[in-house]
């Protein structure tokens, strides 16, 4: 049953339908390789990036079916983000987001990621690209106020700071920062959020950062998760409006960027942009980028 929604995913995906039996492909090959053998895969990427997968990664098997596994945020990445600026990735699990931001675009990266299994994923994808320079990765979690919190056992895509009623018995206690002591002085251009439901403490945490006049958006998971942290995904959403960013959809096939106060129908993220028409230029400047062995974004 899993594989086959992962088959249905490749063959409605916005980018792999346009080379549908490549991905096809690549799908059943790593089904097999990956059974074969067991370990570590260094899979070569984009802009000669490379991502460490093992079998069972589903954080980041879905960019070598598809070569952006969530192609509006990945390719908004890629192409309004320039080498040098400072990208910030909360939640960064195995490293997608920071692979493509520090390898693939050259920005400098921070990077949070409270579990220590996924911690240790993360740093071996710093260093099989060579960007141990220009990122800095940090074991803990992103809150509204610092301190320690607990988090799910289980290293996977979805383990999360738990809920007060939610019990876990391989639950682990984490250390929790806030974006605005982690960056200080520091001037972050894009800041991606994925911490399945705790993006409202995240944000609490992160008002002086949202007034920097260098950031330019913010990629923020809102899916209902929120509910079990008590957060109302409207009240984040006026906070972000009333930090001046306003909701986008992003095509990275035609690198089309547009308002939009609703959600794309595949997509849990939303693209919140603070000056849409700089981010449309920036998109359209961006040099050309080749995934899948062959198609171009």
Request: aromatic share 8%; glycine share 10%.
């Amino acid at each position: 049953m899993a594989m086959l929604g992962t088959v249905r995913f490749i063959m409605h995906h916005p980018i792999a339908k346009h080379t549908r039996w490549r991905s096809l492909c690549r799908f059943f090959w790593w089904q097999t390789i990956s059974r074969l053998h067991h370990g570590e895969f260094i899979y070569p990427w984009i802009n000669n990036s490379k991502l460490a997968v093992r079998c069972g990664d589903h954080g980041l098997t879905g960019n070598i079916y598809c070569g952006l596994h969530e192609p509006a945020e990945m390719g908004f990445v890629l192409m309004a983000l320039r080498p040098g600026e400072l990208f910030v990735d909360v939640g960064a699990n195995m490293g997608s987001y920071t692979v493509l931001a520090g390898a693939a675009v050259g920005a400098r990266v921070i990077a949070l990621e409270p579990h220590p299994t996924n911690f240790a994923r993360l740093k071996r994808n710093i260093e099989v690209n060579g960007i141990e320079s220009r990122v800095t990765a940090v074991n803990a979690a992103a809150g509204a106020t610092p301190g320690t919190l607990r988090f799910s056992g289980e290293s996977k895509t979805t383990s999360h700071l738990l809920g007060p009623h939610e019990e876990d018995n391989l639950a682990i206690s984490v250390p929790v920062t806030t974006l605005d002591e982690l960056l200080g002085n520091e001037n972050p251009t894009i800041i991606k959020i994925d911490v399945e439901g705790y993006e409202g403490a995240v944000l609490s945490g992160a008002n002086a950062t949202l007034q920097k006049s260098s950031l330019r958006a913010v990629i923020a998971e809102l899916n209902g998760r929120g509910a079990r942290y008590g957060f109302n995904e409207p009240a984040i959403r006026t906070l972000l409006a009333d930090a001046g960013f306003r909701p986008c959809l992003f095509t990275p096939t035609n690198r089309q960027l547009v308002e939009s106060q609703t959600k794309g129908p595949d997509d849990d993220n939303v693209i919140y942009v603070r000056d849409v028409q700089q981010a449309r230029r920036l998109a359209a400047a961006a040099p050309q980028i080749t995934v899948l062995g062959g198609y171009h974004l």
